[in-house]
Each structure stands twice: as C-alpha cells, then as structure tokens.
C-alpha cells in the first residue's frame, strides 16, 4: 500500500490550501484516512479523519476551517483548508487505517500506513 499526496506550499495567513491524498492497494470507502501534522520540535496530532463509515471527524484546532471529503470515483480524499493560520505550519502526512475494537482515529498508532508527507507553510 502506498499513499500519494499532493497539495501543499506556501500561503499567506488567511489562505487556502487544498491536499489530496491517493491510496494504492485500498480505497478510500474500505479503509478510514486521516491527515496528521508534524511541526519542528513537536509530536505529530490529529488533525482530520473521515471513517469508512463516511463519518468525519477534526481537531478542535480546525473545526470550521478544514473539510475533509472523499471522491470515490477518483478514490482520493481531499483536505481543503481555509482561514490559514501560522500555527496551521507543519508537515503533513496523510495516513489510513482499518477500523478494530478499542483503537482511536484520533490517535497514529490507529493507521497502518503513511505517505510521505507534505510541507504547508503559512506565513504571517
């Protein structure tokens, strides 16, 4: 399995930004996807997910800025991120994941496995 991810850049605070993430080996409607951020010096967090169930779900920090979506025609998820901010600055990684009993999206141990992520800078 492999997860391809595009997207990504350099922005002004207030911008937009658009990452896509492409599996090979599932899709996107068998497996749950997520995105993660890692910044320089930090732990990698959560920050959005959407189940196999359809069922999105986001970190505090972005609910209401980023939407997380499938198009599973193209079989590919997209996290469209608006009102960037500097603290939105990190590597992102895409990552995906069956469901089992007592594992939390939420957390990376949840996801089998990651794309090699994706820089998003956003300036001040």
């Known amino acids: 399995v492999q997860l391809a991810e595009s997207g990504g850049g350099l922005v002004r605070s207030g911008g937009s930004l658009s990452l896509s993430c492409t599996p090979s080996?599932?899709?996107?409607?068998?497996?749950?996807m997520g995105w993660f951020r890692q910044a320089p010096g930090k732990e990698r967090e959560f920050v959005a997910a959407i189940r196999s169930s359809g069922i999105t779900l986001y970190a505090d920090s972005v609910k209401g800025r980023f939407t997380l979506s499938r198009d599973n025609d193209k079989n590919t998820v997209h996290l469209q991120m608006n009102s960037l901010k500097p603290e939105d600055t990190a590597v992102y990684y895409c990552?995906?994941?069956?469901?089992?009993?007592?594992?939390?999206?939420?957390?990376?141990?949840?996801?089998?496995?990651w794309g090699q992520g994706t820089q998003v800078t956003v300036s001040s």
């Open positions: 990552s995906s994941g069956i469901d089992y009993p007592y594992a939390s999206p939420l957390l990376p141990d949840f996801y089998a496995y």
């Open positions: 080996g599932h899709t996107v409607v068998t497996y749950n």
